[in-house]
């Protein structure tokens, strides 16, 4: 499967944008889905998954919110009060075996999109 990540911009803090991810392939509903993020001189972070149901990091819950539609092949990220530390590249990824327990750890995604940047500024 091939992903497609868009919707990064500049926003103000406080502000709210919504990331896509578009999925190329078939039997996309079989698939679990993901959004990571890496900042700067950091490694790569977990952020929300999707399977049959939602999961996310403790740093984004009750802000961001994962979604997707299968007949789209596709997942979003709406993110609310945004806030300077969430500027990072966002990457979406998907699996079709990963298991729960390894969500989190980006080496168990098999397939990820090519990331798109978003800016908070305070």
């Known amino acids: 499967v091939q992903l497609q990540a868009s919707g990064g911009g500049l926003v103000q803090a406080g502000g709210s944008l919504t990331l896509s991810c578009a999925a190329s392939g078939s039997t996309f509903s079989r698939y679990a889905v993901g959004w990571f993020r890496q900042a700067p001189g950091k490694e790569r972070e977990f952020i929300a998954a999707?399977?049959?149901?939602?999961y996310y990091a403790n740093s984004v819950k009750g802000r961001f919110t994962i979604s997707r539609n299968n007949a789209a092949n596709s997942v979003y990220l709406q993110m609310n009060s945004l806030q300077p530390e969430d500027t990072a590249v966002y990457y979406c990824?998907?699996?079709?075996?990963?298991?729960?327990?390894?969500?989190?750890?980006?080496?168990?995604?098999?397939?990820w999109g090519q990331g798109t940047q978003v800016t908070v500024s305070s």
């Open positions: 990824a998907a699996d079709a075996s990963i298991i729960v327990s390894s969500f989190g750890d980006p080496r168990h995604w098999d397939y």
């Open positions: 999707f399977r049959r149901t939602t």
